[in-house]
């Protein structure tokens, strides 16, 4: 997983409107995150920060009338649980579907020497290096890459 500075500087812009209503849209809640584990902790980081988050899909708001709506939450759960299944699946078919084209010499992996080395990796992301530096935690990046994923 890649980790966007857009993701940091987007949090970084919308926790700056405390006090204000902020409303994240989202095309459906399986964008959110990879697991149900991801979705649930960036809802938390955006319940924490008084951040409401729509779901175009699944039709709901974690924030109403300024109190969090627990129905948002048992909908999240179910879904996250549904998109995290989903999610294992496509990987399992995928690695099946790597197995047959190695079987059939038609897969033969990654070209020698595309790995990068780590100050390599490191120069790429220098906002998350100085992040990182400064105490941020390495979690709440990835939940703000993906964010960003969502809303770009």
């Known amino acids: 997983m890649l980790i966007r500075a857009e993701a940091i500087r987007l949090f970084e812009v919308i926790s700056n409107f405390k006090g204000n209503s902020v409303t994240v849209v989202i095309d459906s809640i399986d964008r959110l995150g990879r697991n149900l584990l991801n979705i649930l902790f960036t809802i938390e980081i955006f319940n924490a920060n008084s951040i409401n988050l729509k779901s175009l899909k699944e039709g ?69 290096v100085q992040k990182l530096k400064k105490g941020y935690l390495f979690v709440i990046l990835l939940t703000l890459l993906l964010l960003v994923l969502l809303l770009f």
Not at 75 to 84: D, H, K, P, R
């Open 60 to 128: 709901f708001e974690t924030v109403l009338d300024g109190k969090e709506n627990p129905t948002a939450k048992m909908v999240i759960s179910v879904m996250g649980s549904i998109a995290e299944m989903e999610r294992n699946k496509i990987k399992e078919r995928q690695t099946e579907g790597v197995l047959i084209a190695k079987a059939q010499g038609k897969f033969k992996g990654r070209k020698v020497g595309s790995t990068i080395s780590n100050q390599q990796f490191i120069s790429r992301y220098p906002l998350v």
